[in-house]
């Protein structure tokens, strides 16, 4: 049990009731980060957590022919959901196109060909960002095919996954 | 924005959105924003676009 000096203006330690470091709280770095989410234009760090910076999300697969028309477009793009939809999104795309709906690697066109596929069928043009269409924060890829037989009912199979770089934390899709 | 492209013949194609393929050159005989719809609306909209569910889209062009 500590004596008490406070009728002389002390503390139990011998320090005035008035002395700075009584009034201070402390908190140390970790406490602050946990406590409040901290945004700054650039960051000096030693050590980052680099373990999930790039990640996988799964995108989908479409079908088209070439009835209407002997070339398809074919477009796939990855942003950042809400709240970072306007922040930039890099990425890369994991790209399959096959003849026929599924994506047996026997049937596949792009980007190697498979063993069913006859060699110069198809015609894959592009597979970069549009110039004309990039809208400054959804990363792209935009690529056209031909069929060089004409227009037939061929049935296309375009399937995409992206991997990308997650900077913000924040899904995309 | 997501859009129902509807061809001759009745075929329809979804573009943007995050995946896409449509026939390149061809004007769509009429176009349907269903960037709002569910997931499963569109895709039955895209096999059959005379599906009443097309009221719920916005006719576009």
């Known amino acids: ?173 | 924005m997501k859009v129902l492209k509807v061809y001759k013949d009745g075929q329809a194609y979804v573009d943007g959105g995050s995946l896409s393929i449509v026939p390149s050159g061809v004007d769509p005989v009429a176009e349907y924003d269903v960037t709002d719809m569910d997931k499963d609306d569109i895709e039955k909209l895209r096999k059959n676009p005379r599906d009443k569910l097309i009221k719920k889209a916005r006719k576009i062009g």
């Open chain 1, 1 to 173: 049990m500590g004596a008490d000096y406070s009728s002389i203006g002390l503390t139990k330690n011998l320090k005035s009731i008035n002395n700075f470091s009584d009034k201070v709280k402390t908190v140390d770095a970790y406490s602050f980060g946990a406590a409040y989410e901290v945004q700054v234009r650039k960051l000096y760090a030693s050590k980052a957590n680099l373990g999930e910076f790039v990640k996988r999300v799964t995108g989908g697969t479409a079908l088209g022919t070439f009835n209407l028309s002997q070339a398809l477009n074919l477009t796939s793009s990855i942003t950042y959901k809400v709240p970072h939809s306007r922040i930039k999104t890099f990425g890369r795309p994991i790209v399959g196109i096959y003849q026929g709906a599924g994506t047996a690697s026997a049937d596949q066109i792009y980007p190697i060909r498979g063993t069913a596929v006859t060699l110069g069928r198809y015609d894959v043009i592009g597979g970069e960002l549009d110039y004309s269409n990039y809208n400054g924060t959804a990363d792209q890829w935009r690529a056209m095919i031909v069929d060089t037989n004409g227009t037939s009912s061929q049935a296309i199979t375009f399937v995409t996954d992206w991997l990308y770089t997650d900077y913000v934390t924040g899904d995309a899709t």
